[in-house]
């Protein structure tokens, strides 16, 4: 070859040699092929021609193209081999580049097997060739309206025209280039716009395939990436099994009829419509590359993730995680490294265990909700029927089998959208971390319904421990965790409600720092007040972090040369400030001990030496509360709550609310008949 014309931008290969062609002015196909190939058997082959190392060796000298120049760029080898594995496409290019390469890279590539056809004529788009016209003199075959299924013109977004010229024409050595004659508008089948949309998408995709140097990879690797993508998505569940009656009716409903017909990938059809299902398959092999694209559209993969980013489907995100144990140090901390996910066949929801060190063991669900799928990602933003919404939430986990009905709360979480799943967390064992600090409280003589709510466990669990407590002093540790049903379990609280209280508890650390900051003179007292829904927050939430961020009140200072008898005085002022604080509270009574007053005076125990405080002593000695003390208190404490909202009265009420031990109901039971007798009720 005396000369070689430039290949224009995403000119096919056959493109430029008909150009060529044309230049040379001889008329005879065969001796033209043999002077661009040195060989007269050649032949004119469009999508993956062969025998290119013959025609980089006749190119003229210090011609700048390669055989990959040509191959990738000029030819449809990108596109045929992109979900090929590698020593395929290697094996294709090499035929490609071969003398002797004739039709074996379509068998290899796969097109033959496939039963979806090759394009019959040459194809264009009127407004390129215009342009082309326009800015070369001259129209050529673009490569990427030769592709298969590729309907449209990405650029110009407008439906292509079938030309007069043969892809495969009766003389197999003649390259035929675009021109006026050969390319003409003419009838085209009607798409409706929405079929139109989706063709547009496609070829945008292709484009990107043809543009882009996606690595190639083993079969496999793209059937796990799908079915993955399905276990997000919930078309498959966590082991890998796939609603395919779902998947198949979001599929159709996705892409609609029309658009499916024309890309010869319609799933109803009996012959065709398996493909899905082995493009998954685990010995998957190899599928025409529109169907991957369809497919991988569908599920909202972009073509960088589906070739370059590992899908692993994690129901419950990445480690660690927060440990949910409130009678640990670390609770709301990630703390937990593992876990380990279950799947429950009977209500399709995927359990994950979480073990912590402190011996605590959580378990959250991801329940399967139908229907509710979100195609995320790049979708053409046409998804799945929205009206066929059924929730199944929590099926099976209410029942009785399961064993853990008891005291159980679903909590549904209805801002989080329809792409938040239903999500449960369920106590599964408390460890020895949670009952020593049970048994501690209970040492301290606080109420079974106080260590309930502060250790958040079923009340009725903690009276149980409270009750066997001297049988479980002796036990072992392992007996005792062993004895760790999962009766008296309850729900805590959803991961979500757990961040919501890691943010309020922000806020509220930050105001509290806030109010000591602009109050360095100030004392808990004055502080409390200045701070007051903070505080209680705070003090009920936070009491660790509240106690060290406090300072004690300033007069109070560890001095040798204190005068007791004022410092008397002024401590009894303080301590009697905060009992009548306690008394004025409108939560929940809590007893009134020395412990109770110290902390909530925030009092150290050198300001409280008791023996050099006579006054203060006997103060405080008379605000004790025994047991019984507290009852009668929280019972009008009970009544005034009833009252406020409008509750009947009954015994029954009452002592849910203040929550009475066998120890004391009977005496208890009495005092309300006593108190409701006075009160002219009943
Ligand atoms: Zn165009
Ligand atoms: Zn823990």
Redesign the pocket.
């Known amino acids: 070859m005396h000369f070689f014309p430039n290949p224009y931008n995403d000119e096919i290969l056959y493109s430029v040699l008909a150009r060529y062609s044309v230049r040379c002015g001889i008329i005879s196909h065969k001796t033209i092929i043999e002077g661009i190939f040195g060989k007269a058997s050649a032949r004119a082959v469009m999508e993956l021609p062969f025998n290119i190392n013959g025609l980089i060796s006749n190119l003229p000298v210090n011609s700048p193209y390669t055989g990959d120049v040509f191959i990738y760029n000029h030819t449809l080898y990108t596109f045929f081999t992109a979900f090929l594995p590698p020593e395929r496409a290697e094996g294709i290019k090499c035929l490609m580049l071969e003398e002797s390469g004739g039709s074996k890279a379509y068998g290899k590539a796969g097109i033959l097997g496939s039963r979806l056809p090759l394009n019959e004529y040459m194809k264009f788009c009127p407004k390129c060739f215009e342009e082309d016209t326009a800015q070369y003199g001259e129209g050529y075959w673009h490569r990427i309206h030769q592709v298969p299924f590729i309907m449209v013109c990405p650029l110009h977004e407008t439906l292509l025209y079938d030309s007069t010229v043969l892809v495969r024409g009766h003389n197999p050595q003649a390259y035929i280039p675009a021109n006026g004659d050969n390319c003409r508008v003419n009838e085209l089948p009607y798409y409706k716009p929405d079929t139109i949309k989706k063709f547009i998408n496609i070829s945008k995709d292709v484009q990107n395939l043809l543009e882009s140097s996606f690595p190639n990879k083993p079969f496999t690797w793209f059937a796990k990436q799908y079915v993955e993508r399905f276990k997000e998505l919930e078309y498959a569940n966590i082991n890998g099994r796939v609603y395919w009656d779902d998947l198949v009716q979001d599929f159709k409903d996705f892409y609609g009829e029309e658009f499916l017909n024309a890309m010869q990938s319609n799933i109803e059809d009996k012959g065709q419509g398996q493909w899905i299902r082995e493009v998954t398959h685990s010995d998957a092999k190899a599928m025409h590359p529109i169907r991957h694209l369809l497919l991988a559209r569908f599920l909202g993969l972009s073509l960088d993730t589906l070739f370059n980013k590992e899908i692993c489907y994690k129901p419950f995100g990445d480690g660690p995680w927060l440990?949910l144990?409130p009678a640990?140090d670390?609770f709301l901390e990630p703390?937990i490294k593992d876990v380990e996910i279950k799947y429950r066949r009977r209500n399709k929801n995927t359990n994950g265990f979480f073990r912590?060190?402190?011996g605590?063991e959580y378990m959250r669900s991801v329940a399967r909700k139908q229907g509710e799928r979100v195609i995320r990602g790049e979708s053409t933003g046409i998804r799945g029927k929205e009206d066929r919404v059924i929730r199944d939430k929590g099926m099976g986990i209410r029942s009785k089998e399961t064993g853990v009905r008891d005291g159980e709360v679903e909590i549904e979480d209805r801002e989080a959208g329809c792409e938040e799943q239903g999500r449960f967390v369920r106590v599964v064992k408390y460890g020895h971390v949670w009952e020593e600090k049970v048994l501690e409280l209970i040492d301290e003589g606080v109420s079974d319904e106080e260590i309930a709510v502060r250790l958040n466990a079923d009340v009725r669990k903690i009276r149980g421990f409270n009750r066997g407590k001297g049988d479980r002093d002796n036990m072992g540790e392992d007996e005792r965790s062993k004895g760790e049903g999962v009766k008296g379990t309850r729900i805590i609280e959803t991961l979500d409600n757990s961040i919501d209280f890691i943010v309020k508890r922000q806020k509220y650390r930050e105001e509290w720092l806030r109010v000591v900051g602009e109050n360095p003179d100030k004392g808990r007292v004055e502080l409390r007040r200045l701070g007051k829904y903070t505080c209680t927050w705070l003090c009920r939430n936070d009491r660790e972090w509240w106690e060290k961020n406090t300072p004690a009140k300033k007069y109070v200072q560890a001095d040798n040369t204190v005068d007791w008898e004022i410092r008397d005085k002024e401590i009894l002022q303080h301590v009697k400030q905060t009992v009548q604080e306690i008394l004025d509270s409108e939560e929940k009574p809590q007893r009134i001990s020395l412990r109770l007053v110290k902390t909530k005076s925030g009092l150290k125990s050198f300001d409280l030496q008791l023996d050099k405080l006579p006054l203060t002593k006997a103060f405080i000695d008379s605000a004790i509360e025994t047991p019984m003390d507290l009852h009668k208190r929280s019972i009008r404490w009970a009544i005034n709550k009833l009252n406020e909202e409008g509750k009947a009265l009954t015994i029954t009420n009452i002592t849910a609310m203040t929550g009475v031990g066998n120890k004391y109901r009977k005496q208890v039971v009495e005092e309300i008949k006593r108190v409701l007798e006075g009160l002219g009720k009943r």
Do not use: E, K, Q, T
């Open positions: 440990c144990n640990a670390h703390v912590c060190g402190c605590f």
